[in-house]
């Protein structure tokens, strides 16, 4: 059975950090590289991080030395923490593999205001 179930999004002011967490089953998950995508009101869909299943990390510029990647594959879990969240980080945050299944979970929102 193919599954993404994120969690941990939330409210915090700029500059807090949030951990969000991304459960998965299936193979093509268990295989690939994963990654967090996130989508802003009225933007496409973007990746934001993307981890290999041997733990080599990339990012999207915009959050360089701000968002950390991990995975455990014992857990089939990758996790992402932001740090110094800004306004624009507000989003609805998916993971899924990459390059990117046609498989998406709900998301969780990730709201930065104060």
């Known amino acids: 059975q193919v599954q993404l179930v994120e969690s941990g999004g939330g409210l915090v002011q700029p500059g807090g950090s949030l951990r969000l967490s991304c459960a998965y089953s299936?193979?093509?998950?268990?295989?690939?590289?994963m990654a967090w995508y996130r989508q802003a009101p009225g933007k496409q869909r973007e990746l934001v991080a993307a981890i290999t299943r041997g733990g080599s990390a990339n990012y999207v510029d915009s959050v360089k030395g701000r968002f950390t990647i991990s995975r455990d594959n014992a857990k089939n879990t990758v996790y992402l923490v932001m740090n110094s969240l800004k306004p624009e980080d507000t989003a609805v945050y998916y993971c899924n593999a990459a390059p990117r299944s046609d498989y998406w979970g709900q998301g969780t929102q990730v709201t930065v205001s104060s």
């Open positions: 299936g193979s093509i998950f268990s295989i690939n590289a």
